[in-house]
């Protein structure tokens, strides 16, 4: 714990992955606070090249990195691509942790994911879980490279005296979504399937897997509040969890999916499809003990996330348009 908290006031606040889900909405979340947010387009910098991130640090030279870029995907895109998981996150966080070392950024936030704890991890999880039993083998090669960024961060926080944190956050949904089926995250694909099937008048939506395994949902513009405490309050070398400490079955999110988008017919269940981790939860005593507390209540967020995949138009819509 910072003592007193970090002030964001005059700072110069990169959001490394500003097009991504998570660093969109810290760049909302962070348009209230008195810094000056830094983006940088992909097409301008490559973040698996190290020359080229250290030459675009020297020159920019901010004073905080919130590293919100990576490559992520459901549960089918992460057992496909197995190189691309493992070895580009990898490079970006070691890449951006050590030219955000090299200038001397006062404070650096890494981001990683639920799914860096065991399979089989007592439930909910806490922090100190990490590194006590195997990984979940779907999403193992992105689990690794997450606990090397954390380990990354711890370690020039040891050796070089760095003000390094890492956040942890649960299973997220929110605007600015990928919506792409065949790489895409549970809440997309089922709002996705939801709403076509109810465009078509179909019958069914398929859900991958059995429907048994449990996840916890947390908006994404609650996760960059929650991250924007932890920048402020925290500075330790523990990482810390970043959720909403409740869960559900794929079943039940379905339903509450259909609910949501108004489809009223049945669910039926791909068991060809992955079932995945058969739990996660996480125990949130550390954030919330840190005084952060989740807003947006799921069935509001996925409301409102459904509601903007229809105003971006990016919902295919097969026989009319948005007003469908
Ligand atoms: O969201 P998801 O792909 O991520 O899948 P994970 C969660 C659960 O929803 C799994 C089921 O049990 C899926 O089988 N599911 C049901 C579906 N229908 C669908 C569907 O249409 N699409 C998808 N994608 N799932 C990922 C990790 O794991 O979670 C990543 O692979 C990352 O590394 C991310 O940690 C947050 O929770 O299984």
Redesign the pocket.
């Known amino acids: 714990m910072t003592d007193p908290p970090f002030a964001l006031g005059g700072r110069r606040v990169w959001v490394a992955g500003h097009r991504g889900m998570v660093g969109s909405a810290l760049v909302r979340r962070l348009a209230v606070e008195p810094c000056t947010v830094l983006t940088v387009e992909r097409r301008d910098l490559d973040l698996t090249r190290r020359a080229a991130v250290e030459a675009w640090m020297a020159a920019t030279r901010p004073d905080v990195v919130i590293l919100a870029a990576a490559r ?1 995907g ?3 895109a ?1 057992d496909a691509a197995p190189v691309d998981f493992l070895r580009d996150n990898l490079l970006i966080e070691t890449n951006v942790l050590g030219a955000a070392h090299a200038v001397g950024v006062a404070k650096l936030l890494f981001l990683g ?3 860096i704890y065991p399979r089989d991890a007592a439930q909910p999880m806490a922090e100190d879980a990490l590194l006590t039993g195997p990984l979940e083998a ?2 193992q090669w ?2 690794v490279a997450k606990i090397a960024g954390i380990k990354l961060a711890q370690a020039y926080r040891r050796q070089h005296g760095r003000d390094f944190i890492s956040a942890m956050p649960t ?1 997220l949904y929110g605007p600015g979504d990928n919506l792409d ?1 065949t790489t ?3 809440v997309p ?2 709002l996705r ?1 939801a709403h076509e099937a109810k465009v078509r008048g179909a019958p069914t939506v398929t ?3 059995s429907g048994r ?1 449990r ?1 916890e949902f947390l908006h994404v513009d609650d996760c960059a509040d929650a991250l924007v405490h932890l920048l402020v309050r925290y500075s330790g070398e523990a990482h810390v969890n970043v959720g909403c400490g409740e869960d559900l079955t ?1 079943a039940e999110l379905a339903r509450l999916v259909c609910d949501v988008v108004g489809f009223r017919g049945e669910l039926a269940f791909d068991t060809t ?5 058969p739990r ?1 939860l996480l125990d949130v005593g550390r954030l919330a003990a840190l005084g952060w507390r989740p807003r947006i209540a799921l069935r509001d967020g996925l409301a409102a996330t459904y509601r903007s995949f229809l105003e971006q138009g990016n919902m295919s819509c097969p026989s009319s348009r948005l007003s469908c």
């Open positions: 992520v459901g549960i089918v992460n994911s639920s799914c779907t999403n992105y689990a299973n089926l895409c995250h549970v694909a089922l399937k859900v991958w897997g395994p996840r794929v499809r992955p079932d995945g981790t996660k």
